[in-house]
């Protein structure tokens, strides 16, 4: 027996803690996995080892496997076998194909906690290097589905919408949703926040409305910063077939700076996902949109919701904004069966300018939690604001989504909702010497120079004839 | 300012805690790196966030970093750039090839602990699917011996043995360093302890003498138990370099049950070996040895070293055993200018046979700081033993050295010095009915019982005509 030394340290996975000559006794290595049984009680936990913080005689035990072993005072501990998982993970290393009880094991293993983060990443970077066949895939999506939560509706057709990302100011959901549920159709819209951009559909939905969110995403995932193209796949469709979704549109941004940088990886993408959709027996339709500049002219969750909010309201909006709403609205509606086939865009643009999409998403703010009276001008954007101006005369000839992306973040966004970009210009514009280029503004008046240093520095948008660098530079002389 | 919280933890890297809202609001997620700066005190950590553990405010800061902070109690948190490191082993995962300083980048950072489990996990992996070539090898190797503790030596030429293992009872090692250490050559002999096996040279020596370990081997690659072959091959040459050896012989069991299952897997990685010891300046002999058997008659730390104890005494011992350490001490005697070519192994024995080997060991067990005056049968083994007979009359037909190892293990070596297994019969010899196979010592009685369990259950040696199972099993019916 062993006496109990309780670490009040949540540490994400059931962990334990052995003096090393303990560990050495029992034959046992950092890594391995024990079980720690008590009375009436018992976990499997990983262990780990040290000199200093628990004496012989004793066990460390952390905040999560405590919990399970119900605050016991003595426990045994006993070698444990590593989980079947990893002898799949394994396989994948070796490229040797897995079936699907084994993909529905690494799924299941994952969800319920039982890897350890060492564990994880190796699967991750195994998924990232070796990709899965579409059979694979269809097992990975299919052991998604069936570990997490489902929402199960009783109308169909169940419609819904993705966006691979990687375009800044993509608020297209926002209007996209109200008008397809104003025509009839179910769009259980599931988002999330922004990773790696300006605001997801999550954070601009969050400033309407109370948003939920459920389990975390693969942490390892994201601290690799990889993301396993049969991974993606998996995951865009599983959360569409946890809601029941009967045909999807996919929103696909390509060009430089995107995700997707050519139409042929564009087509590519399409490809994979329409078959999945088959084996998944959910109807896929993927767009292919610009992604070379932002749709709309604001960029951060504030500005993104107010300009979304005034072309429902009818105050009209940027082209870009519009077009590609009604577009991907249109192929839904189409989907759905309420539109005929090249009537879509049309229809979802007389929803549009009928104010029945507007109408619908006060109805959604309502039900969420939301006010329902709000409208766009009361949206509050930063009262820290600065514009930055066109140092030449000219013609737009370059625009860098990622520049533009950079300098919303340092202005805050996307956590400091009220920060942002508005663009003034776009590719091929005339602008004239001192009008304004961007505007940009924070809640916080340091993080707004930031912001302006950055995009001073590093200018995302580049006037024809504009100086790019001096050498020497003219500080520097 | 953040209010410092110490968990008092040593996690094995540095890493802090923040309050997940807080986390938000600077713009960081779990994972990322962040610089904490106290008065006169900085760290560089892997930030990682909670709900619960630490309020809005705090920073809860493990006791590495805490060190580094010398024990401040407000400090500020700044987003810090990830270790260029980490794109190059992004680079390792796209199959692109690294140079020396991308390669000894990576190396530095593992050293200085810069990289978090999940990061290098990401690296065994990538390195265990694909595997570095010959150029890139030797950058690894190099920056190990460059990152490492060095040992200079004035005389030369320095040789050194390694042994690819996997075969039980390999105590060659003992016998081999006192035999060519009499010859007048310097052979500073670094090893290991047991990972997988019942007891490395290092569990062997620790019986006549103290030994000390340096820095831990990389936690993830044990934990994943696998084995990248570029790192195997860097991680056996980085040792022979940090002692500056002219010339290295290895001893490459090949056979069932060993790593090298066929004698073309060892002549791959002879000639992987030769190759990487060409580029780095080391001369290169590598030996395939019979591995299906284990090596002498004796297997666990105690009874190892008394069987090799006892052969440098004069007092005999099994041929497996001698032959072996002689052919092996030959080529080392050739390769360092103090034999003739094919007059080695010769001159080995001779230096046996003179008890000049012996006297050496008992120097070198001096030096170390243990008694010069041990003899072969003052070593204790585990008081509690037990014979494992042959159930029939018959020829030995079959011998899993796995099997072994395990009983070895179960019985409690290498953790208990004195437990372990005496082996009466081998391949091909005869066996009368009730004539022991096995005997099996442990310091502990249970321990013993749960080996013979096994040993009659697992079979490792197997006797012409025994029955080796039975449907339904006589329990039961």
New interface residues.
Partial sequence: MLEVYP????I?QYKV?LNLADA????L???DRVRVKAKGAAVTAIL?T?T??VKQGQI?IF?EAMRELKEAKMVDVLPAPKPAS?CYI?MM?D?QKLNEDQIKAIVRDIVDNHL???????Y???S???NMDSQETEWLTRAMIDTGDRIHFDTHPVVDKHSIGGVPGNKVSLVIVPVVAAAGLLIPKTSSRA?TGAGGTADLMEILAPVEFSADEI??E?????DPYSQMLASIMAKKGAVGADAVVVDMPVGPGTKLATSEAGRSLAKDLIDLGERLGIRMECAMTFGGSPVGRTIGPALEVREALALLEGKGGPNSLKEKSMALAGILLEMGGVAGKGDGSRIAEEILVSGKAHKKMLEIIEAQGGDPKVKSEDIQIGENKEDVLSPISGYIVAFFNKRIIEVA?LA?AP??KKAGVIIHKKMGQQVKKDEPLLTICSSSEWDLNAAVKDAKRMMPIVVEGMLLERYPRITEI
Avoid: C, P
């Fill in positions: 670490f009040d340290i949540e994400g803690m050495r006794t029992l034959g290595n950092a890594g780990d040290t200093q913080m460390g905040t990893l394994k290393m490229k350890s983060d060492v564990e994880l990443s190796a991750i970077t195994a990232y290097i070796h990773i942490k390892a994201y601290a690799l910063s990889i973040r805050g956590a400091d």
